[in-house]
């Protein structure tokens, strides 16, 4: 029976999108004359309330009656006061005023609310709601920030127009001005409503409203299909960095984002496992199913964002047998927990939680293998023990063992272990990772994160011709980390050419990747040169953007010019040592070491654990010969990380006594 229903709904029929350039959008509400059992599904959706006006109907079990929060030192009070919904709390000024809510973003398990801030800004409060609950909390949980602080809620990394519109409304276009440092942000509709996903259909309305008698169908109307699908969703379910603000549904992802991938941020485990903030996207990528072109659509229903079928009926539609390449799977038998008991569903064990924003449990979509051998050797989590919080590593492992025996030693073990071992450096993992990219098994997704961390022995002459094949695999992502990867092969003419002919790369993110690999000598008038500028342009309004900017200029030695940009860096993210050290070396450079050493002392007692600022302090003071500070300097940066080879080896070279 099952596979009968399987036959019905898997791979499913593709959406049409809006054919050509002069696409105009209507909104949600004029799709529900025709077609209202779709709409009805959509209005309930989490989709339709992504963001929304606070109005009584939604707000009023929020803010009355008046409530007090504690965190820290602070105390935030909620209210109703002269009609307005307020939030009175710590502003920029540092003193305790009442702010005006005006929207409100998600609606279960939690909600965050948006205050209006000069120059088209829109401010998210930490104070948020609970309203199942019905409690209000501190979305940081026991992270504190302060204003002035770029997490902060008045900060930059709690502005709306950057950080957030995007995703939570339709056709959003930031529109940043950088002389004005202002917002002209504009939407088709609030919430991501049926254009989101559909593209702009004001056309198909008018060509349906001027034939509505005829069933064939709308010339308007082009199909999409499930790489299409696939993609629009990732731009909302991914981190990623947006290239150009004008991504449309239909569009690929790759000509408009660059994916964030397991790297050395740690933001992923080595196994593909979520730990960061990551949604679904990558991981789904990163997964056998993922490579095998299953999609959202085969679990989740677009219109209700709900699942197809309920509990462990959803993978079996596909793991009883019969559905190309699924391996077969007895519940009782194969989770080894009595049906009765979630110990048994195959989420709990392939999809385990992680709860994000202090209330938001999110199932990962890696569709991982339990294994507590990785969590002994790497502190990688696995599921066992997410559930059985109460027992060992060991414990787990033993009946992992005793159930699974040699089914464990998969290849994605080994390739978590190398993975984890050339994160931190280990050489020993080169060969393996090789091994690993020669294997045509391997996704894209993981072929691409091999040469992520390949790329630290680019200059090795086996690692640089197998990275320098990578330039031409079909796959964007592979590419694009392959045009990384090089930067320590630039010396080499041969990597150099082949760089420059993947500026011209039919994808853009790729193009953009060689981009900035051969900053230094780009041509900004070509194509690959402006589409850079526009992508600089694009992440302008915060820190990071800006930050890349200055290198950018310092990779093309205009030193002067680039200090306006890390200026704006280190006053939009006053406590980042990356931003205040390049900022204190580039003041050095033009002569003006005495702010320098002021600005990297000011930053050492901010951040005390961070060995880099004393370090850099250190390499100034020993430019002038002032040996003797340059020692104490250096050996405070070895007193904090007692393995920071830089400073050592500046304690090596110095002249003995000066
Ligand atoms: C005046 C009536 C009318 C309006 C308004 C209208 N549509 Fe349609 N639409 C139709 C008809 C008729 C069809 C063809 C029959 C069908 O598939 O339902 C269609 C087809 C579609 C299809 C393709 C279905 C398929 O399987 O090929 C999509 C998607 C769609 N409409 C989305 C929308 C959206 C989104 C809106 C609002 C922006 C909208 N429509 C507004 C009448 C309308
Ligand atoms: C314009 C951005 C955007 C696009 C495109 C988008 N989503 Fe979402 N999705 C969101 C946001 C934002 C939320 C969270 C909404 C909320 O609760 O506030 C969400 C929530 C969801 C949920 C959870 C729903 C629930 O009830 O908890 C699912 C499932 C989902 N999306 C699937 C998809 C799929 C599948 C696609 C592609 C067909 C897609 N999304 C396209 C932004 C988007
Ligand atoms: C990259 C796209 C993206 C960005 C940027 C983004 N969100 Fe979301 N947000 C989502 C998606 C998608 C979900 C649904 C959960 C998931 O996919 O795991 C979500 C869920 C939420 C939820 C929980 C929804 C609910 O119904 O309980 C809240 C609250 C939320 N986001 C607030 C914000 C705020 C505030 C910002 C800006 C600071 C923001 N989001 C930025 C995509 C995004
Ligand atoms: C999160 C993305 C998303 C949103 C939002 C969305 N759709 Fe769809 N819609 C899809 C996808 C994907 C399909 C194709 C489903 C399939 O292939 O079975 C689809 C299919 C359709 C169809 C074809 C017939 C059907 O019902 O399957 C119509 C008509 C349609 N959508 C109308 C709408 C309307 C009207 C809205 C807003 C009220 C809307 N959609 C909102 C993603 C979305
Ligand atoms: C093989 C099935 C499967 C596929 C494929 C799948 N999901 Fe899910 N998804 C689930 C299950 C199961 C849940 C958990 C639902 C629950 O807890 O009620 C879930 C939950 C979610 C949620 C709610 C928040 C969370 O993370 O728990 C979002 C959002 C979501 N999926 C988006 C997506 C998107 C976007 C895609 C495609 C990139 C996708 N899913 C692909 C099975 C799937
Ligand atoms: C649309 C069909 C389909 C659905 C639904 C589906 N699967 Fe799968 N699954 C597959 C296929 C096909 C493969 C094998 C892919 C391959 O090896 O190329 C697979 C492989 C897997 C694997 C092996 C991963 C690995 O690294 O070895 C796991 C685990 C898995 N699925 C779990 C689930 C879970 C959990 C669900 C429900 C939330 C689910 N599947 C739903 C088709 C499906
Ligand atoms: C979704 C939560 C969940 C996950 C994931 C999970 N279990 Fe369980 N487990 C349970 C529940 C519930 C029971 C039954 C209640 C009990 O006896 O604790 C149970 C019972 C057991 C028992 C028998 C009772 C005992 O304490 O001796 C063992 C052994 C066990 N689990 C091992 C594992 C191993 C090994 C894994 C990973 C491969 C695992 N479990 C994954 C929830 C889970
Ligand atoms: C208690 C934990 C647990 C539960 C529950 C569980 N699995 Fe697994 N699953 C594992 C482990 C461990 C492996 C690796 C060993 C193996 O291949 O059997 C695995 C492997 C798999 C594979 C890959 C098999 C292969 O031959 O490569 C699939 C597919 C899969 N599980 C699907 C499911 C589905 C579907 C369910 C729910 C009916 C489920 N699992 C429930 C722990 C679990």
Redesign the pocket.
Known sequence: MLAAFVLQTSPRAASPAYKGKTQAYARSSKCWECHQVDYALWTQ???A???YAAVPANCQAAFDPTRSLKHGTETTTTRIQNGEYQVVTLGIDSNRQPFRVDRV????PLRQFLTPAPGGRWQVQEASYDPKSNQWFYVYGADLRYPGEFGHWTGRGMNWNSFCA?????NLKKNYDIATDSYHTTRSEMG?GCE??HGPLKNHIEWRRTHPQTNAPDPTLSPMNRTQ?LD??G???SRALDLTGNFK?GDSFYDHYALEMLDDSQKWYPDGQIHDEDYEFDSLLSSRMGQDGIM??DC?N?H???NLVDGNDLCMRCHTGGYPKAPTIDPAEHGHHKLTDHGSDCVGCHMPVTVYMQRHPRRDHGFTIPDPLLTRQLGIPNACNRCHADKSTDWALKYVVQWYGPKMNRPTRSRAQWIAAAENGDSTARPPLLNLLADTNQSPYWQAVTVHFLGQWADEPATKAALLKQLTHPHPLVRARAAQSLEAALSDPEVTAALQKTLDDPVLSVRLAAAWTLRATLDMQSRAGREFQQALDVDADQPTGQFKAAMFLLARQHVSEALPHLEKAAAWDPISPPYQCVRAQVLDELGQTAKALDILTREETAIPDDAHTPYVRATILARHGRYAEARLAANRAVAIQRDFQPALELLREMPGNH
Not at 105 to 108: A, K, L, P, Q, S
Request: proline share 6%; aromatic share 4%; hydrophobic share 20%.
């Open positions: 959706s989490h989709h309330q992504a963001e973003i998600g609606v279960d995007g995703c939570h409304n339709t991501v989101a996903c699908v629009y969703c731009t909302c379910h549904p959202c659509l989740h677009p209700t964002g709900k």
